[in-house]
Nanobody, 118 residues
Framework: QVQLVESGGGLVQAGGSLRLSCAAS????????MGWYLQAPGKQRELVAA???????NYAHSVKERFTISRDNAKNTVYLQMNSLKPEDTAVYYC????????????WGQGTQVTVSS
């Protein structure tokens, strides 16, 4: 099994920045892609950004040019640098990993709250 622990969420004013981190442990050799999802109240989880082992990235349209996903494979950690934050970015952010190259989410983090005030 793979366990994921997020950190870095909190309260920030509009226009500010946060850096989310997600550290993986357990059977880390099974990890392929890594990514971040968000979930607003009453809504389904949505992909924010994803990154492959080789560093290829994909972003939701709403966060392009503002958020940057990166990973450190030696530390088994994925990051999300969030700049120019807007109130509509407010949500719980979840780390996720694709295990064994199956093309689906194999493990979720517990989530970290991001709140952006106007």
């Amino acid at each position: 099994q793979v366990q994921l622990v997020e950190s870095g969420g909190g309260l920030v004013q509009a226009g500010g920045s946060l850096r989310l981190s997600c550290a993986a442990s357990g059977n880390i050799f099974r990890i392929n892609d890594m990514g971040w999802y968000l979930q607003a109240p009453g809504k389904q989880r949505e992909l924010v950004a994803a990154i492959t082992r080789g560093g290829r990235t994909n972003y939701a349209h709403s966060v392009k040019e503002r958020f940057t996903i990166s990973r450190d494979n030696a530390k088994n950690t994925v990051y999300l640098q969030m700049n120019s934050l807007k109130p509509e970015d407010t949500a719980v952010y979840y780390c996720a990993v694709d295990l064994d190259g199956l093309g689906r989410i194999g493990s979720w983090g517990q989530g970290t709250q991001v709140t952006v005030s106007s």
